[in-house]
C-alpha cells in the first residue's frame, strides 16, 4: 500500500483515558499516612532534641562502626564458606554432599541466636582450654582458657558467619546451576581443565547472578549484627539499650539506632549497584 | 588385540560402543575418516549421533571399544591389556586438538565475541593476549565478523553466534572439527549464512564430522554420509551415492520421509 492510497487524517491530538481509580487511591493512602505522622507528632513520643544529642555521639558512632564491621567481615567470610560448601554441594561426590547438605540443614534451620549463644556460652563450656601447637616448634601457638580467647566479637563473627555460611552456600549453588550445561561443555571441548572452567566460565557468570541475593544478604547481616548485643558485644543496638536503660529516653535512642541501620543499608545498597554496574549480566 | 590404526586417519573409531546401564545409544560402531574428509552423520532423532560427536573428545565415556584421533587413543591409556582413564589435564590436551560446534552455540555470555574467539589461545594454550587477539580478529574476520568483535552473544543473531562459535574452535587450529547440528537452531537464512562457513572450512581441507539434520549441508558440503540408525551404523556411501541411491532400506525410508516433509 502506498502513502497515497490512504485518505489524509487530519493531526488530532490523543487523548489517554484517565486512570481515576488510582488517583482516588493514591488520595486515601496519603491521608492514612497523614493521619498516623500527624498522631505520633500529637502524641510527643519522640523528643527530637535527645535524638539529636545522641546521633552522633562517639559511643553510638562507636557501636555503629562495630556493627558494621561484624556485619562486614561475616559476610566476607560466610561468602568463602557458601563457596566451599556450594562446590562440594555440586561436586557429585557423595560424601561432600551429605556433608553439605548436613551443615545447610543444621545451620539453617537453628535460630541465629542461639548459635551465637552457643558459640559464646557453651563452647567454652565443652572446651575449657584452647591449646594449639605447631610441630618444631617449642612454646605452643596458644595454650589459654577458652574464655579468654572467645571473645563477644569472635563469637559473634563465627556465629553470624556459619549461620549466614549455610545461606550464602544456597544462593551460591544456584549461581553455578544458572551456568548452563552447553557452557561448561563448551569450556571442556576447547580443553580447559575443570579448574579453568570453573575460573574463567563458571565463576565470573555465577558471581554476576549472585549479586542482588548477596547484597540482600549483606543487608541482613548488618541488622543481624544486633544479635550480638545479646553476648555483650558493644554494637549499635547494645551500646543505644545501655544508654536508655541509664536515662528512660528508649523511644528516642530507638530511632538513633534505626537512623544508623538505614545508613549502613543505602551505604549496602549503594555498593550492590555499583557492583551490578561493573558486572552487567548478559 | 587390534593393531592401532593409521596414522593418517584423521579419526578412527574401532568398536565402539556408548550405553548408560540399560539404555543403549549405540553398539559396535566402526568407520574411518581419512584427513580432510567431510562426513555427515545422518539418522533420525534419537540414533545416537550427538552422543557419538560427545564420545570422540571424551565429554561422553565410551563403554567398549577405542577412538583414536590422528593414531592418539582418546581418553585412555593402554596398560597391560586394560584401558586405564586418563588424567583431567591429560584428556584435556587431547581435546586441544578437537574442535567442537554445538547447536545451541553455547558462547561464554559474559565475554564478547572477539573474547570467546581468545579463550581458548588464552587460557589453554597461554599464548599473549595480544597474539591471542590478532589471531581472534583474522578469524572473525574470516567468518564475516570482524565488525562484530566488541558484541556480546547475546547483542548477536543466531547465525551470527554460530559463526563465533566456529571461529572460536578453529582458533585452536583443530585437526578434526565436530559439529553438533550447526544449523538446525537457525532460520533457513541464518542457516545459509553458516552453511558457506563450513563449505569454505570444507574447501579449506577442514577434516569435520557433522551431525546434521540438514540436508543442504550433508549433499553440498559432506563427501561421505554415515547413516545411523537402530543403534548402529546402517550405511557409510559417499555422499552423492547415499543420496541418488541409497543402499539400505532404512535409509530410503528415511530420505522418503525427508522428501515428504520438505
Ligand atoms: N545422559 C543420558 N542418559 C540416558 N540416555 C541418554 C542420555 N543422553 C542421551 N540418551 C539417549 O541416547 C540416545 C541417543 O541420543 P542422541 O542425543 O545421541 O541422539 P541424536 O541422534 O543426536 O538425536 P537428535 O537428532 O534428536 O539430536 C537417545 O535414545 C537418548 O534418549
Ligand atoms: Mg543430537
Redesign the pocket.
Known sequence: MTAASVPSIPDLPIIHRRRWGSWVLGALALFVVASIVIASVRSRILDLSVVGEYIFSPMIVMGAFNALVLGTLALVIASIIGFVVALMRVSGNPILVAISATYVYLFRGTPMLIQLVFWFNAVPIMFPNIYLALPFMDAPLINAPTTAVVTPFLAALAGLSLAEGAYMGEIIRGGILAVDKGQRAAATALGMTQLKVLSQVIIPQAGRIIIPAAGNQYIMLLKSSSLASAIGYLELLRVATDIYSSNFRVVELLAVAAFWYLVMTAFATAIQTVLEKVFPQR | MSTAPEQSHAVSMVGVS?K??A????TDVTFDVPQGEVVA?L????????????CVNHL?TISAGRIYVHGDLIGYRLEKEALYELTDADISRQRQKIGMVF?HFNLFKHMTALQNVMSGPVHVLKRSKAEAAELALDLLDKVGLKAKAGAYPSELSGGQQQRVAIARALAMRPRVLLL??PT?ALDPELAQEVVETIRRLAEEGQTMLI?T?DMSLARDVADRVIF?EGGGLAEDAPSKDFFTAPKSERARQFLARLLQAH
Open positions: 556408548k548408560w546401564g539404555v543403549s545409544a549405540f552423520l539418522g533420525p532423532s534419537g540414533a545416537g549421533k550427538s552422543t557419538l560427536l560427545r561422553e547447536q553438533d547440528e538446525s551431525a539434520h545411523m
